[in-house]
């Protein structure tokens, strides 16, 4: 049963892989030297690509990859890193199989180790899962389901061939609770075709009965003449997820108060990653699986995206990384500020300048561009430190991207003002 | 320290300190070094600690100015992780060293599991009985090592070790290092009080609870480790038990 990501809302990694200039030179040496330097007890998350729906051979292929290429890292590793999270993703592409994911975290345990205190997420469609699946992956350990809902109106369903009424999500997620499964999120989307304001604002309601703790919420980066339309739709949804109650995190995320991410954005523990905002204490995610992405402070690479090349490179016993990139030093010094304006929506340049050793001069290009939003208020600048007040939250992508040298800056205003 | 500190009890002048003339570990520790006339003139620096299961020793990012040498007892190493979460790093058995590093801050906190007995003695002290008696400096450097040692086989238990092999090197450990013999039985057939919890032992092997309880089964089925009660076990031949590591033991 396929359950494809709308290839029209903003990609998430691959829109990182274009930003960054990954070139073949920052490969499986690179990576191994990583590993290598985490240290003992050192936080880490892993994020394991699972197979999309393919026939059981190809699948069992993969997983068979998916082992080797753990045993290799586990060898740079030599015993170092503690295992916090660990993120299953492209599984609700597949219709679910629980032993897969049985015989992964086997291996991990083996390879890394696992303790109970290891939150495992795992991504979902609501289609496939029977209230059997709920219970075996409760079993295995699993605490964070994320549903890929989308929306609810059966109008947009069936554009998106995708049909899973309400009530449909609502006994999923209440199996998931009868298990003990308690964390649960939603992808909810705008820009979707036959969407228009009353639409969404019905299908967010619709999802907040259900009340999940968090919802992430889609969307195409606004473009053309649909800019506007797309700009009023998320507007309407976020508008409405606040009203029920739900808080704000970075500009995407939504949480309900006590949930743990609320929680984490109150006590100053969200971080911003590939992954979106999470309360994960580690800065090192180690990607597994085709294409999957690997992130250090000072490095980002991308296994070999080309599943043939993949099980080349596992044949010869090597890391299966294909390309990636060094982060300078300004590189990390303009990630800390982004995260920091986009998690915290507060900044002290000086702060973090010093830290990462940089002078303060290098982001000069970017406090120009940010005058514009300092005279509409959107941001105040008071020494080094930026602020964007509350009313400015949804705008802080848009503050923080000023900060990204990838971007351009010039766009930008006409569309955020 | 915690609120509650631990029960200091300095020996009265004179002779030999009766802890020490009891002491078990006293072959393995600085003291070996000692003669008994040099042992009784130290004891006004050194002290004998005693601390009441589940209190703390020392925390973890506090400055430690004493060496202490486990004289009996478990304590729990662990390490406050970012998340709050703790990490069991190792566990003090008897003839054990802490407060070794260098830095004068210590890495990782130290528990009582149950009721345990040190002696402490200063680094200011022992720096003043180096000078007098070389030996002591050389079994230091010698032992300097300990809390490093400790990292290190951590590291090679979880990166070169199966599920089995981690919980089969932990026993046999145990049994060297805790296991008290059993009347009428060989020399090889040991009882041992577990001091800490299956979770602590899960945590420090890196594995889940039920993997652990679920090897265990699978030693019980072999016969190499029999389960008394939750708190002890028999291991009916600690040299099969050892055969079965591969690795070095830690």
Redesign the interface.
């Known amino acids: 049963m396929k359950n494809q990501r709308p290839s029209y809302l903003a990609p998430r990694e691959s829109d990182l892989v274009m930003a960054h200039s990954f070139t073949p030179q920052v490969g499986a040496g690179a990576l191994a030297q990583r590993l290598a330097g985490i240290g003992?007890?050192e936080?880490i998350a892993l994020s394991i690509h699972l197979p999309f729906d393919d026939s059981e051979a190809q699948t069992s292929r993969y997983l068979d990859g998916l082992l080797d290429e753990m045993r290799l890292a586990?060898k740079a590793?030599?015993?170092?890193g503690?295992v916090?999270h660990i993120q299953f993703k492209g599984s609700r592409a597949t219709a679910l199989k629980v032993d897969h994911l049985s015989r992964v975290l086997d291996e991990i345990?083996?390879q890394?180790?696992?303790?109970?205190?290891t939150s495992l997420a795992l991504e979902i469609n609501p289609r496939v899962v029977s209230y059997q699946d709920a219970e075996d992956l409760s079993r295995l350990?699993i605490t964070q389901v994320s549903l890929a809902v989308y929306d609810f109106s059966p109008a947009v369903q069936r554009a998106l061939g995708q049909v899973q009424p309400a009530r449909m999500v609502t006994e999923v997620v209440a199996a998931f609770r009868v298990v003990g499964i308690f964390e649960i999120g939603f992808e909810m989307a705008y820009g979707l075709p036959n969407q228009s304001v009353r639409s969404i604002e019905k299908s967010i309601l619709q999802a907040v009965d259900i009340k999940p703790d968090q919802v992430v919420l889609a969307g195409p980066e606004p473009k053309g003449a649909q800019a506007g339309t797309c700009d009023a739709l998320m507007k309407a949804a976020q508008q409405m997820l606040t009203n029920q109650g739900y808080s704000m995190i970075g500009f995407n995320h939504f949480a309900l108060p006590g949930s743990s991410l609320a929680q984490a954005a109150c006590q100053g523990?969200l971080k911003h990653s590939l992954q979106g905002f999470s309360?994960?204490?580690a800065k090192v995610t180690i990607g597994f699986g085709a294409a999957a992405i690997s992130q250090f402070p000072n490095a980002i690479i991308q296994n070999e995206p080309d599943v043939a090349k993949y099980y080349e490179a596992l044949a010869s016993a090597k890391l299966p990384a294909a390309r990636g990139v060094h982060l300078s030093r300004e590189d990390q010094l303009r990630a800390a500020v982004i995260d920091d304006l986009l998690c915290h929506l507060e900044t002290d340049l000086a702060k973090h300048c010093s830290h990462f050793n940089v002078k303060l001069s290098a982001l000069d290009a970017a406090l120009k561009a940010l005058d514009p939003f300092a005279s509409k208020g959107v941001v105040t600048i008071r020494e080094s430190v930026i602020r964007i007040p509350e009313p400015g939250r949804a705008m802080a992508q848009r503050v923080a991207n000023v900060f990204d040298v990838q971007k351009p800056t010039h766009t930008q205003l006409s569309s955020a003002l | 320290m915690a609120s509650q500190g631990p029960t200091l009890s300095c020996q009265g002048a004179g002779e030999l300190p009766i802890v020490c003339s009891i002491c078990s570990v006293r072959a393995d520790s600085i003291c070996a070094d000692l003669t008994d006339t040099e042992l009784a003139n130290i004891r006004g620096s050194m002290s004998h600690v005693d601390l009441q299961k589940s209190q703390a020793l020392i925390h973890e990012d506090e400055p430690i100015d004493t060496l202490y040498v486990v004289t009996a007892g478990v304590l729990r190493l662990s390490k406050l992780l970012e998340d709050g979460r703790q990490q069991v790093t190792g566990f003090a058995y008897p003839g054990d060293f802490i407060g070794l590093n260098r830095h004068g801050i210590s890495n990782f906190t130290a528990e009582a599991l149950v009721d345990v007995s040190l002696c402490s003695f200063p680094h200011v002290m022992l720096d003043r009985l180096s000078e007098d008696h070389p030996g002591i400096k050389t079994r230091l450097i010698r032992n300097a090592d300990t809390e490093l040692s400790k990292a290190y086989a951590h590291m090679m238990l979880l990166g070169q070790k199966t599920v089995l092999e981690r919980v089969i090197t932990f026993f046999h450990m145990l049994g060297e290092r805790m296991g008290a013999p059993v009347e009428g039985e060989e020399d090889t057939f040991v009882q041992v009080a577990l001091a800490m919890s299956r979770r602590d032992i899960a945590d420090f092997l890196a594995i889940r609870l039920e993997t652990l309880s679920r090897t265990l089964r699978q030693l019980k089925e072999d016969d190499l480790v029999r389960e008394i009660d939750r708190r002890t076990v028999i291991i009916p031949d600690l040299d099969a038990l050892g055969e079965m590591r591969v690795m070095p033991d830690l």
């Open positions: 003992l007890y936080p586990a590793m030599a015993g170092c503690r916090v345990e083996r890394f180790g696992l303790t109970d205190e350990g523990r309360d994960t204490p």
